[in-house]
Nanobody
């Protein structure tokens, strides 16, 4: 069973930056697409894919985070990163990583709170 451990979430002021990490218990070298997802607080909020990166290095982002978030992966460390900058209140969410599509069991996520 694959385990995903997300970390790096914190309380940050609007305009601030954070770097999230996601460590997988298996090799991600052969995984075609890895992604970062988030689920905002509140009933009925869906988990959404905000950034994805292919094995070849191609990236794509949800419109609201384009130009502010950067996904990267270190296959040697089985780790995926999400560099977030110019954070906004609407970025507040629990952030998760997984394959795209998300075929593995979800980790616990890491909470990012953007508030003054």
């Amino acid at each position: 069973q694959v385990q995903l451990v997300e970390s790096g979430g914190d309380l940050v002021q609007p305009g601030g930056s954070l770097r999230l990490s996601c460590a997988a218990s298996v090799s991600i070298f052969g995984i075609n697409v890895m992604g970062w997802y988030r689920q905002a607080p509140g009933n009925g909020k869906q988990r959404e894919l905000v950034a994805r990166m292919t094995r070849g290095g191609s990236t794509s982002y949800e419109d609201s985070v384009k130009g502010r978030f950067t996904i990267s992966r270190d296959n040697a460390k089985n780790t995926v990163y999400l560099q977030m900058s110019s954070l906004k209140a609407e970025d507040t969410a629990v952030y998760y990583c997984n394959k795209d599509p998300p075929e593995w069991d979800w980790g616990k996520g890491t909470l990012v709170t953007v508030s003054s």
